[in-house]
């Protein structure tokens, strides 16, 4: 049966390829941010950060309401810490006045029950909270001292308020704080959360100068039983959307099968106007379709992004003749090295894919 809809939904992809269907637009407020995760995909932190107006994005904003249908798709703010901008609410108070569905991802630091309140009042429907171990572990992982205890805060801020569609945390694990799974499966399944979205490490941004946190095959395997075997229980646990993993574990640790999103689904809008796919895909000239500030978003959508609607297992000799190329398709764009033209993570000979 896995293999009848793995073969439907590559049957569909095809046709995504040429006609997408935007169900994400992911705005990047800030590259600032107030940790300095080692894993983090953009480098975030105290960094430099080239951001839009309010006014900018205000305008970005009804120009993309007068081409979509603002019901088809979800806008997710993100950044570094989308809550450093002294602007957020009132970019999102006009956003909810136009009537975007939207959610965020954020570290929570900054959630107190003020901001909290802001949130429910200017529609955030849902968030995505970051707890990467326990305390020491994830202040260390975030090079924050506090910053467990302040997402925690946050994450209560949330709860105590109410009126929100889904609260989630997504913890990553690394090859470090494995043997944390257990302990936060016990702290979160007293919390009153949504969800609880389980994820790996991934060899991007920083993560690349600390291979010593990146996991190993027998990490992935235990990461991926662990979730299985907790997705039985009280509590929803679920992998995020991340790289075909063969009929032993699709649709088994998530509700649905592998598919890349980027560009087909997923498109974003950088800090400084920039207009891409997926966030977390390395910014280079080919990556990057266009400028909100000279494009219109709808030209962009539907003329270009090339790069990303096509079969990246064509580009690769080892891929091309992979027997489960037609529901990996070269993996996540997210982790495809673009000047090797292969894929940085791959399971097919972890779980001996048939």
């Known amino acids: 049966m896995k293999l009848k809809h793995l073969q439907l939904l590559s049957d569909y992809r095809e046709q995504l390829l040429v006609h997408p269907i935007l169900k994400f637009l992911?705005?990047?407020?800030?590259?600032?941010?107030?940790?300095?995760?080692?894993?983090?995909g953009s480098s975030c932190g105290d960094v430099p950060s080239e951001e839009l107006s309010t006014k900018q994005y205000q305008q970005i904003l009804d120009e993309i309401a007068s081409d979509f249908d603002l019901k088809q798709f979800q806008l997710c703010i993100t950044g570094g810490e989308p809550l450093m901008r002294r602007d957020f609410f009132d970019i999102m108070a006009y956003a909810n006045e136009l009537g975007y569905n939207w959610g965020m991802t954020s570290n929570a630091v900054l959630i107190d029950r003020e901001a909290a309140r802001r949130l429910r009042e200017t529609g955030m429907k849902t968030i995505s909270v970051s707890i990467?171990?326990?305390?020491?572990?994830?202040?260390?992982?975030r090079r924050t001292p506090g910053a467990y205890d302040g997402a925690m805060r946050g994450i209560q801020n949330l709860i105590d308020e109410g009126g929100f569609k889904h609260i989630q945390v997504t913890t990553v694990i690394?090859?470090?704080?494995?043997?944390?799974?257990?302990?936060?499966?016990?702290?979160?399944?007293?919390?009153?959360?949504?969800?609880?979205?389980?994820?790996?490490?991934?060899?991007?941004?920083?993560?690349l100068d600390h291979p010593e946190i990146l996991l190993d095959d027998a990490d992935w395997?235990?990461?991926?039983?662990?979730?299985?075997?907790?997705r039985m229980e009280d509590m929803p646990v679920t992998y995020g959307c991340s790289h075909y993993l063969g009929l032993d574990y699709e649709?088994?640790?998530?509700?649905?099968?592998?598919?890349?999103?980027a560009g087909i689904y997923a498109a974003s809008i950088m800090c400084n106007g920039d207009i891409g796919?997926?966030?977390?895909i390395e910014k280079r000239?080919?990556?990057?379709?266009?400028?909100?500030?000279?494009?219109?978003?709808?030209?962009?959508?539907?003329?270009?992004?090339?790069?990303?609607?096509?079969?990246?297992?064509?580009?690769?000799?080892?891929?091309?003749?992979?027997?489960?190329?037609?529901?990996c398709h070269g993996g996540a764009t997210h982790s495809w090295d673009f000047d090797r033209n292969a894929p940085r993570v791959c399971f097919k000979d972890v779980f001996r894919m048939r």
């Open 26 to 40: 992911f705005l990047e407020l800030t590259l600032r941010c107030n940790e300095h995760c080692i894993h983090c």
């Open 132 to 141: 990467d171990g326990l305390k020491e572990t994830h202040d260390a992982f």
């Open 174 to 207: 690394n090859h470090q704080n494995m043997d944390e799974l257990d302990p936060l499966y016990e702290i979160f399944l007293g919390m009153d959360i949504d969800s609880w979205r389980v994820i790996g490490v991934e060899p991007i941004g920083r993560a």
């Open 221 to 230: 395997k235990r990461l991926f039983d662990f979730i299985r075997s907790k």
């Open 251 to 261: 649709r088994e640790v998530r509700e649905h099968y592998y598919i890349c999103n």
């Open 277 to 280: 796919a997926c966030l977390d």
């Open 285 to 327: 000239p080919e990556t990057v379709q266009g400028n909100i500030l000279r494009d219109r978003f709808k030209d962009v959508w539907e003329q270009r992004f090339e790069i990303f609607r096509r079969d990246k297992a064509e580009l690769n000799e080892t891929c091309r003749s992979c027997n489960v190329k037609q529901f």
